[in-house]
């Protein structure tokens, strides 16, 4: 197969909850991994990335590892806040593409 | 930096006319133009892969006659949907990409709403 597999959602947090968001790929050889957010009414944005076994991408709080052995790339924030709010899209890259999993909406609660 | 626009952002059209969508690189220059189609509560699926000065890379399954790809300039791609259905309604997406740059370097427009009825 050559696809993204995201737990579903919505996910609804309190503030200051810890967030993890799972992702798996499958593929041949060792594509880049992404994760992309996409806010109400916006464009999807790069939120971090890893492009080889054992990276991890960090950014605004947020961290994914890349895994090799578990073909996984989970996405984690140990405190949401309200304005993370968003829809939240794994992704890799594989011959200058890139397949998206079908997205994880997250709405975080005051 | 790295913006991408996208016009209009949604339109509603009859069925069996053509509409065109336009997507451009505002601050940069972008040899590599991706469109996507996003259905409700879905993934982004990948249409085609457009490079400046040359024919689109169709997906499989998409059918290039029907999604007509331009990608004419630097700043410039337009995606046309020939003869739409309402089975075409949906949202699309562009992004760029910088030269140089691999599948990270993809910016992505705000996306388009299209309702044929």
């Known amino acids: 197969g050559n696809s993204v597999t995201q737990m579903e959602g919505p996910v609804t947090l309190s503030e200051e909850a810890f967030l993890t968001i799972n992702c798996t790929y499958t593929a041949t050889g060792y594509p880049s991994l992404f994760w992309y957010v996409q806010y109400p009414g916006e464009g999807l944005q790069l939120l971090l990335k890893?492009?080889?076994?054992?990276d991890k991408g960090s950014n605004k709080g947020f961290e994914a590892t890349y895994r090799k052995e578990t073909t996984s790339f989970h996405l984690e924030k140990g405190s949401v806040q309200v304005s993370d709010s968003a829809v939240y899209f794994c992704?890799?890259?594989?011959?200058?593409?890139?397949?998206f999993g079908q997205g994880t909406e997250l709405s975080v609660k005051p | 930096g790295a913006v991408v626009s996208q016009h209009p952002s949604w339109v509603i059209c009859k069925s069996g006319t053509s509409v065109k969508i336009e997507c451009r690189s505002l601050?940069?220059?972008?040899?590599?133009m991706f469109w996507y189609r996003q259905f409700p509560k879905q993934s982004l699926m990948l249409m085609a892969t457009?490079?400046?000065?040359?024919?689109?890379?169709?997906e499989q399954g998409v059918e290039k006659d029907k999604f007509l790809i331009n990608h004419a300039s630097l700043t410039l791609s337009t995606l046309t949907v020939t003869s739409a259905h309402p089975e075409d309604s949906s949202f699309y997406i562009c992004?760029?990409?910088?030269?140089?740059?691999?599948?990270?370097?993809?910016?992505f427009g705000p996306g388009t709403r299209l309702t044929v009825t």
């Open positions: 890893a492009t080889k076994a054992d």
């Open positions: 601050d940069f220059q972008a040899t590599t």
């Open positions: 992004s760029a990409s910088v030269r140089g740059g691999g599948a990270s370097e993809q910016y």
């Open positions: 457009s490079n400046e000065g040359s024919k689109a890379t169709y």
């Open positions: 992704a890799k890259g594989q011959g200058g593409k890139l397949i």
